[in-house]
C-alpha cells in the first residue's frame, strides 16, 4: 500500500469517528468524557526528527476520560516507510489531574507499527505543569525500558515548553526544548531539540505553525530528516 493510500485510509477512519464521540457526550450525567482530533500536517516532526520523512502526515485521535482523571486513547499517523510499514498507532493510558498546585499527567504509551516487523516498543511518561499569570510553564520526562526495538539500550527523554497567550487575540506561543540519551538518540547516543510553535484557535479548529529544530550534525544526517524547518497543521478537535 503506498503512502497517498495510507493516509487516506486513516483520515477515511477518523472521520467517522465524530458521530461515535457525540454520541458518547450527548448523555449529560455521564462519567466519561470522549474526544478526539483529526489533523493535516505538511510533517511529522517528532523530537525533532521528520517521521514522515519532510513529506504530509494525516492524524487523528480518539480518547476516553473518566471523571476520576483516568483515561485511554489511541492516537495515529502516516509515516515515511519504517519496519515495513508506513502507520504508526499509539496507544495509551494514564492519570491527569491536580496535585501538590501542579497539573499532573502520567501514563504508559505503546508505540505500535501495524504490519511492520520488531518494531513496537514501551514509554514510561510525566508531566507536571503549573500557571503563573497568563504563562504555563511544563516539564516532562519519558523513559523506555531497554527493548529489542529500540537497539536493547534504555531511552530518556526530558523535556521543557512555555507557552503563553497573546492578551485579546485567539493566539498561543509556545517554545520548547529536550534533550534525548539512549537507544533513540541518534548516531551519537544523545540529541537536543527545540522548536517554536504559534497556535490560532477559532472554534473547533486550531492552525499552528512551527519551527522544529536538532543537534544532530548535518554529517550525520544524510536525509535532512533532523534539520531546521517550517510547518503547518490544520486540526480539528471534537
Do not use: C
Not at 508531566?127 to 497568563?134: E, M, S
Request: avoid cysteine.
Amino acid at each position: 500500500m503506498n503512502r497517498f493510500s495510507v493516509m487516506m485510509s486513516i483520515a477515511l477512519m477518523l472521520a467517522a469517528s465524530p458521530a461515535l464521540a457525540q454520541d458518547s457526550t450527548d448523555a449529560p450525567d455521564s462519567a466519561f468524557d470522549v474526544s478526539g482530533t483529526v489533523s493535516l500536517t505538511s510533517d511529522y516532526v517528532f523530537r525533532g526528527i521528520s517521521l514522515s520523512d519532510r513529506e504530509p502526515a494525516v492524524q487523528g485521535s480518539l480518547e476516553v476520560q473518566h471523571m476520576s482523571g483516568l483515561y485511554a486513547g489511541m492516537w495515529g499517523s502516516s509515516i515515511a516507510r519504517y519496519a515495513g510499514t508506513n502507520v504508526e498507532a499509539d496507544i495509551y493510558g494514564g492519570w491527569r489531574g491536580p496535585a501538590g498546585g501542579l497539573d499532573l499527567d502520567l501514563g504508559v504509551v505503546g508505540y505500535l507499527y501495524p504490519g511492520g516487523h520488531g518494531a513496537n516498543y514501551v514509554e514510561l511518561a510525566g508531566k507536571a505543569a503549573r500557571t503563573l499569570g497568563p504563562v504555563e510553564l511544563e516539564a516532562g520526562i519519558a523513559w523506555a525500558p531497554s527493548q529489542k526495538a529500540i537497539g536493547g539500550q534504555d531511552n530518556l527523554y526530558v523535556s521543557g515548553a512555555l507557552s503563553s497567550g497573546i492578551p485579546g487575540t485567539p493566539f498561543t506561543l509556545t517554545a520548547d526544548v529536550g534533550h534525548e540519551s539512549g537507544g533513540m538518540a541518534g548516531p551519537t547516543g544523545k540529541k537536543w531539540d527545540w522548536g517554536l510553535t504559534a497556535d490560532y484557535v477559532r472554534g473547533p479548529m486550531t492552525v499552528s505553525v512551527s519551527y522544529k529544530d536538532s543537534n544532530v550534525a548535518r554529517a550525520l544526517d544524510p536525509d535532512k530528516v533532523a534539520r531546521g524547518r517550517l510547518m503547518a497543521t490544520v486540526t480539528l478537535s471534537f
